[in-house]
């Protein structure tokens, strides 16, 4: 699972390991996550190799004698999969979040915070079973070093803790399809034979996979029009091939449309011009 950094953007000595660290060595503050939204309140797509930037918001309220400043100490958003204490996978924002204080009172401070994540598929995501729904949490953690070694001694102190079920998001492969329409040019009441192929994103292999047994929607758009219509759906083959034929009646653009399913998110192809005499 990818490690939880502290302050990361700041320093990259400060890191911890959701599954590494034991029991925190220090009190933990109380902090209140709330009001969390990630991605918008959207799906996050991610496919084999483009880092994809996720915007988070959420609400910190934290004791008014702590003051997190992101070197010796950290708090903020992430999103894991399985149980809090036993996570299959977790992602967290890679920065310092950007936090502006919105109410106080003698013992607290409540600020409304903005970060991001950086979702690079080939270090946070490793399996198909990370397509699903997270949950979304917050994390607290301090480390302590003395690493003057002067005096034949140095020390590490660290405390973490999490707090789960703030919220959740849906995390979806990426898919593509593609099309081609021959023969063209091609005589009007001729035959035109419509191929194409589905394929989403595998990150086991950090490639595209074949995705079969799924149904395409084939659409055309006449020459100066702006919009496609249904002609027929197709069914992906074992190699995610997608082919039909219809009767070629007028100049314009077809492609496969993919509705996309609750692992993956949808996808279109660019319309492939048929010229029809």
Known sequence: MRMLAIGAAVTGA???????????????PDLVFADVTVNN???????????????????????SDLTID??????????????????????E???????????????????????????DPEYDLFEAADATTWTVGGFYGQINADDDDSDDHISL??????????????LKRAAKVTV???????????????TGKLSRANWETGSYSAYTSQKA???FRAKGSDTYSTVKTVTSSTTGALKTTVTASKDGYYRYVFAGTSTTASAKATGDYIDVQ
């Open 180 to 194: 081609n329409a021959s023969p063209e040019p091609v005589k009007k009441g001729r035959t035109i034979t419509v």
């Open 217 to 219: 929607t084939l659409q």
């Open 70 to 91: 992101y070197k010796n100490n950290a708090a903020g958003v992430m999103i894991y999969r399985g149980g809090l204490a036993t996570s299959d996978n977790v992602i």
């Open 157 to 170: 102190e660290y405390g973490y803790a999490a707090w789960g079920n703030k919220g959740s998001v849906q």
């Open 93 to 119: 924002g890679s920065s310092s979040p950007t936090c502006t204080t919105t109410a106080t009172t003698d013992t607290t401070v409540t600020e409304s915070c903005s970060d991001t994540f950086s979702i």
């Open 41 to 63: 309140g959207k799906a996050i797509t991610v496919g084999t190799s483009k880092e994809v930037e996720v915007p988070v918001t959420y609400t910190l309220t934290r004791p």
């Open 14 to 28: 400060l890191a911890l390991s959701a599954l590494a660290v034991p029991a925190a060595q220090a009190a933990t």
